[in-house]
Each structure stands twice: as structure tokens, then as C-alpha cells.
């Protein structure tokens, strides 16, 4: 499983990289998204803590402690090479093929370890995406992990919609790239219209 999925991972945490890089630090953290509910502070802090700490955190087995759930990353200066480094050591621990047995216990609920990267996967590009579209950045990934990313959103969406984690589909031509297909189906409007 490792195989499948590694690559996918490695390219987008290397996109996420690139994209936290490109924030303007002069951009006030308390500017909007179009994630209803968070400024831009709050989805740094949640792509941030999720996408590299959790991806670790999994990886090792280890549950996320609360001194880094409570964490401001976004407040913190250098916060975007930090975050590449963690990105680092979290894409790292998942190279022992140990990391992709069994299952991990996310504390809600005990997962496959490969469903586990694949949704955390998912995380690191979709807000990639919204971090992306907020700081005037483009979301660039392969087309093959675009098509990983579309077959990830399309089996967990009606259970992300259920949670307010994805608003409704929005309309996207049958032959638009991938990645654009998966960002529409997670409700939100690639084109940004």
C-alpha cells in the first residue's frame, strides 16, 4: 500500500511546502476565507496541526498532544519553514514501511494505517487549496495525485458532509483536470467564481 500512496504524499506535502512559503507574512492573519468558519490564522493552525504534526503523530502512533492542539502556529515567526520541516520529519516517518500496518487510533476511531495517509493526504492538498486561493497561490500537483486526491474525496465525501467538512458539490465540466473535480466535489469552486 505504501507504494500507492507514498508518492502522493511526498508531492503534496512538498506543494504545501511551497504554498505556506508563499504567504505574505504582511497579510493579516485575521482576513477571511471561504471556509465560513475560519480566518486565515485558524486554517494555517488547522492545515498546520493536522497535515504535519498529525501526519507524524499517526505515523509513529502517537496521539496529537494537547499543548500542540492548543498551539498558534500562524502567530509564531517562521512559521512557514517550521511547518516545512514537521512536513518533513512527518513525510519521513512514514517511510518504515512499520508506519503502513495495522491500524492507527485516532482517538475517535481506529482506522486502516493507509486510510489514515490517504485522508491526511487529501487534508494537505484541499486546504492546501483554500491556504492557496486566500494568499493569491495556485495549487500545483501532478495529475496522477489529482486523480488519488479525486478517488479519496469521492469515498469519504457524504461522511465529511455530514460533519460540515464539505459543503455541497459544485457544478465542474466531466473533463476538467482531476484535482479540480475533487475540489469541486468537496464544495468548493476551483475556478473561484
Not at 494537547?66 to 500562524?74: G, H, P, S, Y
Not at 517550521?82 to 516517518?93: E, G, I, S
Not at 512499520?98 to 481506529?110: I, L
Not at 494537505?124 to 486526491?149: C, K, S, Y
Request: with cysteine; charged share 25%; net charge negative.
Amino acid at each position: 500500500m505504501k507504494n500507492d500512496i507514498y508518492p502522493h504524499m511526498q508531492a503534496a506535502a512538498a506543494e504545501a511546502s511551497r504554498i505556506a512559503r508563499g504567504v505574505d507574512p504582511t497579510l493579516p492573519m485575521t482576513t477571511p476565507t471561504h471556509c465560513p468558519e475560519w480566518d486565515l490564522g485558524a486554517l494555517l493552525n488547522h492545515w498546520i496541526l493536522y497535515s504535519s504534526h498529525g501526519l507524524e503523530h499517526r505515523a509513529l502512533r502517537k496521539q496529537l498532544p494537547e499543548d500542540l492542539t492548543k498551539r498558534d502556529f500562524a502567530a509564531e515567526p517562521g512559521w512557514a519553514g517550521a511547518y516545512a520541516a514537521q512536513l518533513d520529519r512527518a513525510v519521513a516517518a512514514w517511510a518504515d514501511p512499520a508506519a503502513w500496518e495495522g491500524e492507527v487510533d485516532t482517538g475517535f476511531a481506529k482506522m486502516d494505517a493507509s486510510v489514515i495517509a490517504a485522508l491526511v493526504v487529501k487534508e494537505l492538498a484541499v486546504h492546501g487549496w483554500d491556504v492557496a486561493r486566500v494568499t493569491g497561490q495556485e495549487l500545483r500537483l501532478p495529475e496522477a495525485t489529482g486523480e488519488f486526491i479525486l478517488g479519496v474525496v469521492a469515498e469519504h465525501a457524504e461522511i465529511y458532509r455530514q460533519y460540515d467538512g464539505f459543503a455541497e458539490p459544485v457544478p465542474v465540466a466531466d473533463d476538467a483536470p482531476a484535482l479540480e473535480r475533487a475540489l469541486a466535489l468537496s464544495g468548493r469552486d476551483p475556478r473561484g467564481r
